[in-house]
């Protein structure tokens, strides 16, 4: 074997060595980015879930079973959260009850998601933005977390009394 038979073997070596390097990288691009998409799914029907599950309490405490005309009449801006009594999720009955309520699901394969929830009184012209006191909006945020997620999965729900 002659010096350029040589240098054509060495370079159809290298040759075949990038495109399998090419090929395993984009096969470990799409295995990452299938793991993601369905942590991605499996967070949000979580999230959506809790959200589901907090929609089918009163408003507030104060609105069960009465109706208010003033928003001074609702739970205070510091008063948001569990009432005294109610340490079990079974037993919230409104809205802010959830206020940061912690849950965590295992699953088989994508492992433990950790959701939190907050719930504030937001402005009725613009939920976004966080109101110092009561309003007959409230915002529920979830926070899911997972170590195939990278970042916090965000789930905002404005609820109207």
Known sequence: MGSQQ????????MLLGTIA?????S???KTDMEIYNEAAMTGAAIGQSVIDRIL???FDQR????????PDSLTAVGSLGPDTG?????LYNDVDDFKNYVK??????LGVFRTRVDVNYVQTANPEVISSSRTFVKRIDVFVTNQYLGDTLKIFYAVTY
């Open 6 to 13: 040589l240098i054509l073997v060495i370079g159809g070596m």
């Open 21 to 25: 390097l090419t090929i395993n990288n």
């Open 27 to 29: 096969f470990t691009s």
């Open 56 to 58: 089918t309490r009163s």
């Open 63 to 70: 609105t069960v079973g009465r109706i208010f005309r003033s």
């Open 86 to 90: 109610e340490n079990n999720v079974t």
């Open 104 to 109: 965590y699901d295992t699953m088989s394969v």
